[in-house]
């Protein structure tokens, strides 16, 4: 990031509101560190307690960690539970089986709600009519569904019968929908119809017929469509079938798969720095652990909370804070549809307001698109809104600049509201590193300090600890219920992707440089060390870009870095060599437009380079390795200071240096 030293040198402190902190789960420093001390003295004594006082157990658990078989750590092994009664039943008795489950909110502002009764047995119906396709425990589905109440009855319907659900964001392409639909081995297919997105309908369903025919996908037998807007599809006799009809005969109780812990509730697949993208499997009770207690933890949820989490059901964050965590705490929850700009760039403060949000978490993308909004047209500042309801912020998925935190901070939460800035990632299953709303005393783009029981340290490349003050690798040095379990059908990469035998094998290697303050030892993440961009905290590897673009007839080489940008963080900027003479002029604008849809259509709109420079060469050693280093300063338009004299085309410089 562009002001990672003004960052590093941040100094300006918030303290909880006395009044937040009187009544929260954690309260006070003193209590936070009580925790962190029952987890040092007694690891496994520690989760046992929280897992037995926070999850609903059919079977006890009588073995905490087993750590056996390192770095395939299993949690509360011989224990059984279902995610979908922990979510779902377990709220119907004990009282909130009339408490607002859901407030849907569609993308042109109607408005759905569902009580935990309504939704259980929605739930179950669906349950049930995936039973009567034959899908059982085990079994793999694959959603590709809008932001709506059936994406989420899809997810918690599968936890119903143990089938394993992977859901792929709707945003992504008919090849990346095929490769994850081969990948996960999936019987079942559940999608809708179309999505609409800033009024706008957009096709889900037709994409699932491309990714069909591009072949592979015999092991799929039906394909559920949820019925979103009646749009035009194709159809498929045999295997394709409405939702509505599926669920219409099916009784509202469903007898819940009773699983073991460590049963597979989901594989996501997320972007790692090279090959293709990796399937990271969930366990059941230590994932949902982790959900249910960190909306107490970090979000401090109480029953009269409205928690809102604006992220997609796609990503991870819509997982553990929109599918599962808030319903396993019977919180009331709001899913939206839509886009943060539709109708206007008030729609955010508008729902707030509208629906009296009291927890409200969101991207620093968001936030920084919505502070420019904001700046042009003063009617859709978040000051023409009454946020009163607002009690607590959040941000998620990228580092938080201090400038977005404090406008954040003063315009929406108007300096009474703390701010959680999450540092997690898909892999972690829920947060990590965070500040804790009734404790923690506040650092504008500092994470602050690791949740209790998650040992975060900042190593070198040999394991070694770093002193305070001293950029490192993070790392987290003990398993932890909520972790990543393996990666699906590949063991040996889940190892050396984030258990190096360079760390030793057993210490968590999460991919990210950090450092820790040399007065308070609060961390701040100073972004990947390795190949992966985060653009408006959407994760993706240069590599699959790269490999995208090589796919196309006219590329013969190319190579993608990211780019420090104002509002998405990240932006792409690929560096291309095509099989014939360098284009200049408007055949390079449109040689690179042609490239840039073709990247929207291998992987997805949100991998479209946003910049694309061509060259007769890329910057190369003398050994044929590309030099991004060099690329990312190029991509920046700053001057290049390195030494360059490995380069064995050092001219290729001047070529690449602008923009087309
Ligand atoms: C990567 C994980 C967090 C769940 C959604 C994204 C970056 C995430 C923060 C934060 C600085 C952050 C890291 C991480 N990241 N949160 N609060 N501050 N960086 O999950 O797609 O798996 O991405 O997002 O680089 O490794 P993901």
């Known amino acids: 990031m562009a002001d990672m030293e003004a960052l590093k040198q941040e100094s ?37 307690r929280l897992a037995r006082e926070n999850l609903s157990w059919q079977q006890p658990f009588t073995q905490v960690l087993d750590e ?38 569609a993308d042109g502002g109607e408005v759905t709600r569902l009580t935990y009764r309504e939704l259980h047995g929605r739930v179950c119906q669906f349950a049930n009519g995936l039973k009567s396709l034959g899908i059982r425990k085990g079994d793999r589905v694959v959603i590709y569904m809008p932001m709506s109440i059936e994406g989420v009855v899809a997810m918690q319907a599968c936890a119903r019968i143990g089938a394993t659900h992977s859901v792929v964001f709707g945003g992504f392409s008919a090849k990346s929908l095929q490769e994850r639909i081969i990948d996960a081995g999936a019987v079942a297919v559940i ?45 498929t006799e045999g295997r394709d079938l409405w939702m509505h009809e ?27 720095s090279t090959g293709t993208p990796k399937g990271v499997q969930h366990s059941s009770a230590g994932y949902l652990l982790w959900a249910a207690l960190t909306m107490k933890w970090t979000f401090d949820i109480k029953p009269q909370d409205v928690f809102w989490c604006t992220a997609d059901i796609g990503w991870v964050t819509g997982h553990s804070y929109i599918t599962y965590g808030p319903l396993a705490v019977g919180a009331t929850e709001i899913i939206f549809e839509g886009v943060p700009t539709f109708p206007n760039a008030g729609r955010f403060w508008d729902m707030i307001a509208r629906h009296k949000v009291s927890i409200f978490y969101t991207a620093p993308t968001a936030i920084r698109s919505l502070i420019k909004a904001a700046d042009a047209d003063p009617a859709v500042h978040p000051d023409r809104y009454d946020l009163s309801s607002l009690r607590l912020l959040g941000s998620v998925g990228e ?63 040999t394991g070694q600890d770093l002193p305070n003050g001293q950029g490192g690798i993070l790392v987290v040095k003990r398993p932890w219920p909520s972790m990543i379990r393996t990666i699906w059908n590949d063991p040996a990469r889940f190892r050396k992707s984030y258990f190096p035998e360079e760390l030793g094998g057993k210490t968590y290697l999460a991919g990210d440089g950090a450092i820790r303050n040399k007065d308070n030892g609060y961390f701040t993440i100073t972004g990947r060390i390795d190949d992966v961009l985060n653009v ?41 060599v095509l099989k014939r003479p360098r284009p200049v002029g408007d055949e390079a604008k449109q040689i690179a437009k042609e490239l840039r849809d073709w990247v929207g259509k291998e992987i997805g709109p949100i991998a479209k380079p946003k910049e694309l420079r061509f060259g007769d060469n890329l910057p190369k050693t003398r050994s044929g390795k590309i030099m991004r280093r060099l690329l990312r300063v190029l991509a920046k338009g700053e001057e290049i200071t390195q030494d360059v004299s490995t380069l064995e085309n050092p001219a290729i410089l001047d070529q690449l240096k602008h923009a087309i």
Not at 26 to 42: H, K, P, Q, T, V
Not at 88 to 104: H, P
Not at 421 to 447: K, N, R, Y
Not at 547 to 571: C, F, R
């Open 12 to 48: 300006r402190i918030f303290n909880p509101s006395a009044e937040l902190a009187s009544q929260a789960a954690i309260s006070g420093m003193d209590a936070y560190r009580a925790l962190c001390d029952e987890a040092e003295r007694d690891y496994e004594g520690f989760w046992g």
């Open 536 to 576: 408006s905290g959407h994760r993706m590897g240069t590599m699959e870009i790269e490999s995208a673009l090589v796919a196309h007839p006219l590329v013969a080489e190319a190579a993608v870095v990211g780019k420090p940008d104002e509002t998405t963080g990240e932006s792409i900027c690929a560096f291309v």
């Open 399 to 461: 580092p938080i600049n201090p400038e977005a935190w404090m406008w954040y901070y003063k315009n929406v939460g108007h300096e009474k509201c703390p701010i959680v800035d999450t540092f997690w990632q898909t892999e972690t299953g829920g947060h990590m590193i965070t500040p804790l709303p009734g404790a923690t005393p506040m650092v504008p783009g500092s994470c602050t300090l690791p949740l209790p029981g998650i040992m975060a340290a900042i190593v070198d490349e």
């Open 191 to 235: 999608t809708a119809d179309e999505q609409v997105r800033g009024g706008k309908q957009l096709p889900l369903k037709a994409i699932v017929d491309d990714a069909f025919a591009l072949g592979g996908c015999e092991a799929v037998r039906n394909v559920v469509v949820y019925q979103r807007t009646k749009g035009k599809i194709g159809w």
């Open 68 to 105: 056996s078989d390192a770095p395939f750590y299993k949690w509360f092994g011989d224990g059984k539970l279902n995610v979908s009664y922990n979510c779902l039943d377990r709220n119907l008795e004990n009282g909130n089986a009339d408490k607002t489950a859901v407030i849907f909110e």
């Open 246 to 272: 599926l669920v219409a005969q099916q009784q509202d109780s469903c007898e819940p798969e009773w699983v073991e812990s460590e049963h597979p509730l989901f594989i996501l697949y997320t972007s790692g």
